[in-house]
């Protein structure tokens, strides 16, 4: 009895303990979520709206995408009017092609041409859909078979575009929860592939084969801890098998050792090795001696050594066909065009078939890797690729990373200025590269050299190596200049400038014009000198500019510190006793001591002046100190006054804004920057934007002031730009006022045209007959008896080319232009037969029961060749539109338009005619013959009366 009583008070008690100290722990924690929830309302600041207004007004976006840099190679192509063969025409010069892919010399090939005409002829020029989607052709298939067949696997897979090859192909595989190691070294179309995949990328040094072992070996000690995990995990190995950012080639035999001691499966991206690397062109495989099937798929391009367009994929059919529903760029991408599909194929028969081809680019690779590795020795440079690469990597070997991508710059920019030959920067996106790239320039060989060439090439690069390895520097226009002589211009520009700094003479030595200081009393009457100046330095000259010159840039000279002031005896004794000062100084020092040091004499082309002592100064000291009385002080402040007037005036006149040397658009006087723009008063609105924006973005992106000027119908005034901050900001502001005036040209519609007129009598009588039949007929159309569709017969021409005059200048501009072309037509086209005959009628569109426009044709040799050469300097003048993107001028003379019927009307829809009956009974209709005398520049818009011709702004004689 006694023990169950016990039992229950010690369960009672048990029971007690455990709901006091849950009680206690849920209190505890109530107490700390709303202590700590007061907490943070008592740690909350409210803003007040005056507050908020002011954080809103200070809060500025961060720009969509980073400023370009002025000189982004973007900004400054080169633009080739040729193919890029082994030899390129870029603005009427040749260069020899050191840059391009063309390893084969497939590029210009006669034979891939005639192939690719051939399939344009029946395919058209694309396919129009992706594979999966009535994008695929027979060609597609074929060419895959022949890729397997050539490859030795058993199936292919062909993308539209190389890039899209490699990043569709390893997400195709590899997914979340996988293992790729990957070498460091791989191209941005892998890294892209890689983060589509989504696995753990295990990243091993530039082919360092032991660090990828042991990276294999901590993954298979992680297996062999979870064996049930490591059932679910695929392992990748992917390399390059020629690396496209060094020129080195993969170690393939090790890595397939890896793949079947690790278990893992082996990607290999081809791009630059395929056609290229083994005997035959099959690529690292090859080269190795590898069996193609211990490589689980091969990646490659066909935009290098076949020179087309698109990839493909190779390997077991199983890899391979998984693609075709799961490689995105196959899926979801237009096909390739069938043209390029036979080009790619037509040139893979050209290395079997051609073996010669590949031996000398092999050939060539060596040689050029021994002579580049001799040429550069000594130098700052050096060559970075294997001996068997056609893609050879020039590196600089500077410690500044900055200043080696200048010499590679200028590398780049001096062999292409000064010696002919093509080279080209190696450039990234850096900030999307998982690792930095080393800087440099490709050198890339081709089949097609000769040994000539190729030493050439190698002898020019030996040159500017070795004189960038010296002491030079690069220059702005791509020229090398040696340090020393820098150093001495600089040196003479300091030293030109000391020699003509002296107190009360000049500021900057550029472009002076000489300086009339008057009278000499006024000007120094009033002026305060630091108490520590020389007197005798006024007698180092006052520069004064004999004859016109080159000068250097412009300085602007450090601010000086506030001179103290002294009384005003000071500062006459002081002026006053300039030559005795000068004259004592010199008799008592030693021999040559008030000499200039060397190389501090005046510069060349200025004489010294010197200032002697006024006797009207002294004069006028001397009255001072005997008649110092109250009623003359108003009189000594009033020329005080004057002194210093004349003073600043003096000032204001020796800084003038002269040109400046780097940009001759832009003037200065060494402190301030300032420019006009010629900017059409048409477009100042879009300049402006709503409130400013656009203006004020402007200011503040180029920290330059830019005056747009008020509307005046006399005449367009040019915009003002001024800056403080420097050439480089007035230079930036011009150049964006360029891009926006180019923009808004593009945008404008045009407003002139150049024409040939062809209102002869027998021309007009002969087009008044066929309009009088048409409308007064009922046997054609109803829609085209209108009498408002035909052209006016006194304005009947050919149209050559339509221009647009926006202003004055405009105006201008083009009638030199104008004038300098026919100039050029005259010599050019001397005895040239100017002859036009209109026959026939025909149509600009393919359906003749929807027509727009309907115009007689026109034959004339000569006048076409002419119209196609006035046309083309048009174009390349940029005054006129190249609407069609054609150079070879349609010749017709337009006879109904239905533009003329939408503008009658007014509601601007154009309603198309039925030309079937016109077409049939006038196909061979005679309109006349005329000889060409003239072309014409008119308005499209003229309210003159349309029974005369266009009104002639201008006219180009087409015979003397």
């Known amino acids: 009895m006694l023990s169950s009583v016990v039992d229950s008070v010690g369960l009672w008690s048990t029971s007690l303990t455990y709901y006091i100290i849950h009680a206690i722990l849920v209190a505890s924690a109530t107490y700390w979520f709303v202590k700590r929830r007061d907490s943070a309302k008592q740690q909350s600041y409210k803003l007040t709206e005056k507050q908020k207004d002011e954080l809103i007004a200070e809060w500025e976006p961060d720009p969509l995408v980073p400023e370009t840099p002025l000189n982004h190679p973007v900004l400054h192509p080169k633009l080739a009017d040729s193919k890029m063969t082994k030899y390129v025409s870029i603005e009427g010069k040749e260069y020899l092609n050191m840059a391009s892919s063309n390893f084969l010399g497939f590029i210009g090939e006669k034979r891939i041409e005639e192939v690719a005409k051939k399939t ?162 099959r690529g690292i495989t090859e080269h190795y001696g590898v069996d193609v099937i211990d490589v689980d798929m091969i990646m490659a391009s066909l935009e290098n050594a076949v020179a087309s367009t698109g990839g493909f994929c190779v390997g077991r059919s199983y890899v391979v066909g998984h693609q075709r529903l799961s490689g995105l760029g196959y899926c979801f991408s237009a096909s390739l065009p069938p043209l390029l599909a036979t080009a790619a194929s037509e040139g893979i028969k050209m290395i079997d078939e051609e073996p010669g081809r590949l031996e000398r680019l092999q050939r060539f690779a060596k040689e050029a890797h021994e002579k580049l590795d001799k040429a550069l020795q000594n130098t700052k440079f050096a060559v970075r690729a294997a001996e068997v690469s056609p893609m050879k990597h020039i590196v600089c070997e500077d410690e500044d990373r900055g200043s080696g991508e200048s010499k590679l710059d200028s590398l780049v920019n001096t062999l292409f200025e000064k010696h002919k030959v093509m080279l080209t920067r190696a450039r990234y996106i850096e900030k999307d590269e998982k690792f930095p790239i080393q800087p440099s320039v490709r050198f890339m060989v081709q089949s097609e050299l000769t040994e000539d060439e190729l030493n050439r090439a190698v002898e020019a690069l030996r040159q500017v190596a070795c004189a960038l390895s010296r002491d030079a520097i690069p220059s702005s226009d791509g020229n090398l200049l040696d340090w020393n002589e820098k150093i001495q211009e600089e040196s003479s520009q300091v030293k030109r400038k000391e020699w003509t700094n002296c107190r009360g003479g000049s500021s900057s030595a550029v472009g002076m014009s000489s300086v009339d200081y008057g009278d000499t009393a006024d000007l120094y009457e009033d002026e305060n000198i630091e108490e520590d100046d020389e007197p005798a330095s006024c007698n180092i000259a006052i520069e004064r500019k004999v004859e016109a010159e080159p000068q250097p840039a412009f300085e602007v000279a450090e601010p000086k510190e506030p001179k103290k002031k002294v009384p005003r005896q000071a500062s006459t004794q002081s002026n006053h006793s300039v030559e005795s000062a000068s004259v004592s100084a010199a008799d008592d020092a030693p021999p040559g001591f008030n000499d200039p040091p060397p190389g501090f004499g005046p510069p060349p082309g200025f004489e010294s002046v010197k200032i002697q002592p006024d006797n009207k100064q002294k004069n006028a000291n001397e009255r001072e100190k005997k008649n110092d009385k109250p009623g003359q002080r108003k009189n000594d402040n009033d020329r005080g006054r004057q002194g210093q007037e004349r003073q600043d005036r003096d000032k204001h006149e020796v800084k ?212 196609n050469f006035v046309a083309k300097k048009l174009i390349e003048s940029g005054r006129a539109k190249n609407e069609f993107e054609r150079v070879d001028v349609k010749l017709h003379m337009t006879l109904m338009n239905s533009r003329y019927l939408a503008q009658k009307e007014g509601n601007g829809n154009r309603e198309k005619f039925d030309a079937t009956a016109i077409l049939e009974k006038y196909k061979d209709y005679g309109f006349g013959r005329l000889t060409a005398e003239e072309m014409c520049l008119c308005p499209l818009n003229t309210t003159k009366s349309a029974t005369s011709f266009y009104p002639k702004l201008h006219s180009i004689r087409l015979a003397e």
């Not at 992680?222 to 060094?246: M, S, W």
């Not at 477009?683 to 005056?707: M, P, Q, Y």
């Open 120 to 281: 344009i002829f029946k395919y058209g020029v694309g396919s129009c859909g992706p594979r999966g989607f009535y994008g695929t052709v027979d060609v597609h298939l074929d060419l895959e078979k022949q890729l397997a067949e050539f490859m030795g696997c058993e199936e292919a897979v062909l993308y539209s575009y190389g890039f899209a090859t490699v990043s569709s192909a390893i997400p195709a595989y590899a997914k979340r929860g996988d293992i790729i190691f990957v070498d460091k070294g791989v191209n941005f179309a892998i890294q892209t592939g890689l983060q589509a995949s989504r696995s753990r990328i295990e990243w091993f040094e530039h082919n360092d084969m032991e660090d990828l072992e042991r990276l294999l070996m901590a993954q298979a000690e992680k297996d062999r801890k979870d064996p049930k995990k490591a059932l679910t995990i695929r392992r990748f190995i992917v390399v390059e098998g020629l690396y496209a950012n060094t020129g080195d080639i993969c170690p393939l035999p090790k890595i397939v050792e890896f793949k079947w001691k690790y278990k893992a499966r082996v990607f290999i991206d081809e791009s630059w090795s395929f056609g290229v690397l083994g005997k035959s062109g």
């Open 656 to 867: 003038e804004f002269v040109k400046c040397k780097e940009d001759e658009r832009v003037s200065t006087n060494g402190e301030k920057w300032i420019a006009s723009f010629a900017f059409p008063s048409i477009f100042h609105a879009k300049l402006i934007g709503t409130r400013r924006a656009n203006l004020d973005k402007l200011e503040k992106a180029t920290s330059c002031k830019v005056k747009v000027p008020k509307k005046d119908s006399r005449w367009e005034k040019d915009l003002e730009i001024a800056s403080v901050g420097g050439l480089d900001c007035v230079t930036r502001c011009l150049d964006r006022l360029e891009i926006i005036l180019v923009d808004c040209k593009k945008k404008a519609r045009v407003t002139h045209f150049v024409a040939i007129p062809c209102n002869t009598e027998e021309v007009q009588n002969r087009f008044e007959a066929f309009r009088i039949a048409i409308t007064g007929s009922n046997e054609f159309h109803e829609s085209t008896r209108k009498k408002v569709l035909f052209t006016s017969a006194a304005r009947l021409h050919l149209t050559i080319a339509t221009v647009w005059i926006l202003d004055q200048n405009d105006e201008r501009e083009i009638e030199e232009l104008l004038r300098k072309i026919g100039k050029e037509v005259r010599r050019e086209f001397k005895g040239t037969n100017m002859e036009l005959v209109f026959q026939g009628v025909d149509i600009m569109n393919d359906d003749p029961k929807e027509v727009d426009v309907l115009f007689a044709r026109v034959q004339g040799e000569g006048v076409q060749k002419i119209s």
